[in-house]
């Protein structure tokens, strides 16, 4: 095996080792748990799943982006940061997506 190159036999077991413990994390939750109320405290804290999740996604992609070799961006951390002072003053995440999406393209075009 070569630098930089994944054997097929060791991709497959990753993505079958990866669908069974997806497959595994879904099925606590519909399949053991799904007929049965969840306690107060565990709600409480599933809430914040989709908050955490969207920026966990998005923050590598700011902070080392591949469109520029992993080097930061100003044209990225001005979206992001206009992104994240719409939405919390807005409480309106749709408003924020395309605040930074509207920012991030006209910055790039200015830039270049």
């Known amino acids: ?5 994944l054997d097929p036999t060791t991709l497959w077991i990753v993505i079958i080792g990866m669908a069974f413990g997806s497959f595994a994390l879904r099925f606590v939750f519909i399949g053991l748990v799904g007929n049965r109320p ?3 405290w565990l709600l409480r ?3 914040y ?3 955490a999740i969207l920026p966990a996604l998005v923050t590598p992609l700011v902070i080392w982006p591949s469109a ?3 080097q930061p961006d100003p044209a990225r951390l001005a979206a992001a940061t206009v992104t ?3 939405g919390y003053f807005t409480k309106n995440v749709i ?3 395309v605040s930074g999406a509207a920012t991030l393209l006209v910055l790039i075009y200015l830039l270049g």
């Open 1 to 5: 095996m070569t630098t930089g190159t």
């Open 38 to 40: 969840l306690p107060p």
């Open 45 to 47: 804290h599933l809430r």
């Open 49 to 51: 799943t989709a908050v």
């Open 68 to 70: 520029t070799d992993g």
């Open 84 to 86: 994240i002072t719409v």
């Open 95 to 97: 408003a924020g997506m």
